[in-house]
Protein backbone atom coordinates (compact mmCIF):
# COMPACT_ATOMS: atom_id res chain seq x y z
CA UNK A 1 0.00 0.00 0.00
CA UNK A 2 1.55 3.66 -0.68
CA UNK A 3 1.47 5.23 2.90
CA UNK A 4 2.44 8.81 2.83
CA UNK A 5 3.96 9.89 6.38
CA UNK A 6 2.84 13.46 7.05
CA UNK A 7 4.04 14.17 10.91
CA UNK A 8 5.75 13.05 14.01
CA UNK A 9 5.37 14.88 17.03
CA UNK A 10 7.01 14.81 20.87
CA UNK A 11 5.24 16.64 23.48
CA UNK A 12 5.42 17.37 26.67
CA UNK A 13 2.97 15.26 29.12
CA UNK A 14 3.23 17.60 32.22
CA UNK A 15 3.39 21.39 30.23
CA UNK A 16 1.08 20.17 27.69
CA UNK A 17 3.00 21.50 25.25
CA UNK A 18 4.91 20.42 21.69
CA UNK A 19 8.47 19.78 22.30
CA UNK A 20 9.34 19.24 18.67
CA UNK A 21 7.35 18.34 15.53
CA UNK A 22 8.05 17.82 11.86
CA UNK A 23 5.40 17.67 9.11
CA UNK A 24 5.25 17.09 5.44
CA UNK A 25 3.34 17.57 2.42
CA UNK A 26 4.98 15.04 0.36
CA UNK A 27 2.57 11.99 -0.85
CA UNK A 28 5.31 10.01 -1.19
CA UNK A 29 6.91 6.92 0.68
CA UNK A 30 9.83 8.81 2.15
CA UNK A 31 10.53 8.88 5.95
CA UNK A 32 10.27 12.46 8.11
CA UNK A 33 13.06 12.98 10.75
CA UNK A 34 13.54 15.91 13.34
CA UNK A 35 16.37 16.51 16.07
CA UNK A 36 16.07 16.94 19.50
CA UNK A 37 18.75 19.08 20.72
CA UNK A 38 19.40 19.10 24.49
CA UNK A 39 19.32 22.88 24.62
CA UNK A 40 15.44 22.58 23.54
CA UNK A 41 14.75 20.42 26.56
CA UNK A 42 16.19 23.64 28.46
CA UNK A 43 13.71 25.59 26.82
CA UNK A 44 10.91 23.57 28.37
CA UNK A 45 12.68 23.27 32.27
CA UNK A 46 13.71 19.32 32.15
CA UNK A 47 16.89 18.99 34.11
CA UNK A 48 19.14 16.15 33.56
CA UNK A 49 18.81 13.15 35.21
CA UNK A 50 14.65 13.47 35.98
CA UNK A 51 12.57 11.11 34.54
CA UNK A 52 9.84 13.06 32.78
CA UNK A 53 5.95 11.59 30.33
CA UNK A 54 6.74 12.31 27.08
CA UNK A 55 4.64 11.36 24.06
CA UNK A 56 5.86 10.41 20.09
CA UNK A 57 2.42 10.63 17.70
CA UNK A 58 3.25 9.84 14.20
CA UNK A 59 0.68 10.35 11.76
CA UNK A 60 0.43 8.93 8.11
CA UNK A 61 -1.85 8.94 5.00
CA UNK A 62 -2.90 5.64 3.73
CA UNK A 63 -4.00 5.76 -0.41
CA UNK A 64 -6.48 2.70 -1.39
CA UNK A 65 -6.35 1.30 1.62
CA UNK A 66 -8.48 -1.49 2.79
CA UNK A 67 -11.03 -0.62 5.20
CA UNK A 68 -10.80 -2.39 8.99
CA UNK A 69 -7.66 -4.25 7.89
CA UNK A 70 -4.33 -3.62 9.94
CA UNK A 71 -1.36 -1.66 8.89
CA UNK A 72 1.66 -0.82 10.83
CA UNK A 73 4.96 1.15 10.06
CA UNK A 74 8.04 1.45 11.71
CA UNK A 75 9.03 4.41 14.04
CA UNK A 76 12.69 4.80 15.13
CA UNK A 77 13.56 6.91 18.35
CA UNK A 78 17.38 7.45 18.73
CA UNK A 79 18.87 9.30 21.67
CA UNK A 80 22.59 9.80 21.25
CA UNK A 81 23.16 11.60 24.92
CA UNK A 82 21.90 10.12 28.09
Same mark, same amino acid.
Given at each position: ???? #?? =? ?11 ? $??? @? @? =?? *? ?5 ? @? ?6 ? /??? %??? $? %?? $?? /?? +?? @??? $? +? *?????? #????? #? /?????? *???
Amino acid at each position: MNIS #FR =GAWIRSVQRNQNI $AYK @T @T =GS *LQNSPIS @TNIWPSKF /DEF %GFV $A %GQ $AY /DV +TL @TVS $A +T *LKNYLP #FEEYQ #F /DVVLAC *LEP
